[in-house]
T-cell receptor, first 111, second 116 residues
């Protein structure tokens, strides 16, 4: 059974720092990996989707990488801002089955 | 921006009442999902559907039921609400590739339910 782990559970950084969020999964036979952002009391917003054949995806200050063979992904946020404060979730798709989510990393960017 | 809607956004109701949480999407997505999430906690999949007249239970045992009579509509019903049902309920949809490849999942804004 696929399991997704996100480390750290919470992270607090000063504004302007570059940071890395980690995601690992136990079964490397995935089709996609998706990173989401969730603000308190809100739904999830998709940030990036990496297909299994890809190594990375970029959107603005965000860069997500995927090492499928080792079961790892990272989300890199450059020049962090207070508006980046949110919970970031990683999820994997292993075929025609629902996404399996991690528990998320709660990020606080301090001005 | 994804077009997926949930109503009501907030609901306060007494124990024993029947409630239906509405979810609709205008993207023609085949796959739809319901998640339950307590504040600050992880997401739990409670129901999903891969098309009309197709529904499945998720990982978390739930006393709710769902139906999928139309592609765009996936309501969730609680026959008799209890305080333990207090939570946030999130609806999501995705396009429905047969292999699940390249499927971005879109979420609605959620319904926050309080059962007194």
């Amino acid at each position: 059974k696929q399991e997704v782990t996100q480390i750290p559970a919470a992270l607090s950084v000063p504004e302007g720092e570059n940071l890395v969020l980690n995601c690992s999964f136990t079964d490397s036979a995935i089709y996609n990996l998706q990173w989401f952002r969730q603000d308190p009391g809100k739904g999830l917003t998709s940030l990036l989707l990496i297909q299994s054949s890809q190594r990375e995806q970029t959107s603005g200050r965000l860069n997500a990488s995927l090492d499928k063979s080792s079961g790892r992904s990272t989300l890199y946020i450059a020049a962090s801002q207070p508006g980046d404060s949110a919970t970031y979730l990683c999820a994997v798709n292993s075929g025609n089955t629902p996404l399996v989510f991690g528990k998320g990393t709660r990020l606080s960017v301090i001005a | 921006e994804a077009d997926i809607y949930q109503t009501p956004r907030y609901l306060v109701i007494g124990t024993g009442k029947k409630i239906t949480l509405e979810c609709s999407q205008t993207m023609g997505h085949d796959k739809m999902y319901w998640y339950q999430q307590d504040p600050g906690m992880e997401l739990h999949l409670i129901h999903y559907s891969y098309g009309v007249n197709s529904t499945e239970k998720g990982d978390l045992s739930s006393e709710s039921t769902v139906s999928r009579i139309r592609t765009e509509h996936f309501p969730l019903t609680l026959e008799s609400a209890r305080p333990s049902h207090t939570s946030q309920y999130l609806c999501a949809s995705s396009v429905g590739n047969p292999t699940g490849d390249r499927e971005t999942q879109y979420f609605g804004p959620g319904t926050r339910l309080l059962v007194l």
